[in-house]
């Protein structure tokens, strides 16, 4: 621990066994569908962003295509009539720093 010079409070804590549950079946799957949801909820946020945060219009699609219908049909087609497309994943790469801001000018 000296080496990376951490004082000798820190204690490390975790050890590789600790993450055996990744290499182990089903684990996988469920970070999957973790990532997925940030993919729906950047893409989602983005189009409050290209308009307003507080545009009417946008909350009313959004409520009535996504909140208001549940799991009454299938997800995918209640994101896309909200969207108007599929999802996209730009916007969740553009959150975590693998691609460039789009520039508000253009």
């Known amino acids: 621990m000296a080496k990376l010079g951490l004082i000798p409070s820190i204690i490390p804590r975790y050890r590789s066994t600790y993450y055996s549950h990744i290499f182990s079946g089903g684990y996988s799957a469920g970070y999957y569908s973790y990532i997925w949801s940030g993919v729906l909820d950047t893409d989602a946020f983005e189009a ?49 720093g693998f691609l460039e801001a789009k520039d508000p000018a253009k």
């Open 48 to 96: 409050f962003k290209t308009t307003s945060l507080f545009d009417q219009s946008t909350a009313k699609s959004f409520r009535t295509n996504i909140l208001e219908r549940g799991g009454t049909i299938d997800a995918a087609l209640m994101y896309k009539t909200f969207r108007g497309a599929e999802p996209s994943i730009e916007p969740l790469l553009r959150k975590r």
